[in-house]
């Protein structure tokens, strides 16, 4: 059986122009991919949108006092009014955040390959790591500023604080996971 493909039907090769062949089957499966992204958040953004119009009419209708339940139109209304303050806030809050991950990630890696290495340390500590990480950094963040006072050095403490104990916890959990043949395969081939 022979197939007869017609002049200008879509399974007609082109010869005589292969890379525009090529462009439009790229954007075709581009345009495949676009929409199925579209179609997997069209949920979410639906969601948040009726959120965001149920809090708009329930802070309007209610009779709420803006200071307790402002609207989103409110909210935005003034941040775009200070934004240039807003925006010299973000960058040394920005740093510092930054400043107290970095500390995490070396204290708390440091930590991590202690308690893995080191039985007595993971015996004496595990429990305890466990235990801070259920304190609420809430709670925990006006002794900082006891401790520290309310400048940088505080921020910094806090940023370190959240992010400390999952950084501990997560480096026990990888280092403990790794198979002990390609440990020793490792340290064969060192």
Do not use: C
Not at 124 to 133: D, H, R
Not at 146 to 175: C, D, K, N, Q, Y
Request: charged residues 10%.
């Amino acid at each position: 059986m022979t197939t007869v493909i017609q002049p200008g039907s879509r399974n007609e090769a082109n010869p005589k122009h292969p890379a525009a062949t090529f462009v439009v089957s790229r954007g075709l499966v581009l345009l495949r991919q676009v929409i199925g992204v579209m179609r997997n958040a069209a949920p979410a953004v639906l969601v948040a949108m009726l959120v965001l119009i149920g809090w708009e009419l329930i802070s309007r209708l209610s009779g709420i006092s803006r200071v307790i339940l402002p609207a989103p139109s409110v909210i935005i209304g003034v941040a775009s009014r200070r934004f240039g303050f807003l925006l010299d806030q973000a960058v040394p809050t920005t740093l510092q955040t930054l400043a107290g991950f970095f500390l995490s990630v070396v204290f708390g890696g440091l930590l991590g390959v202690l308690m893995t290495y080191q039985r007595l340390a993971h015996d004496a500590l595990y429990p305890n790591v466990i235990l801070f990480q259920l304190v609420p950094k809430v709670a925990v963040a006006p002794l900082f500023m006891l401790w520290f006072g309310i400048g940088w050095e505080a921020r910094v403490a806090v940023s370190m604080f959240i992010g400390f104990f999952p950084i501990v916890i997560s480096t026990v959990t990888g280092l403990s996971a790794a198979d002990p043949t390609l440990l020793r395969l490792f340290r064969s081939l060192t």
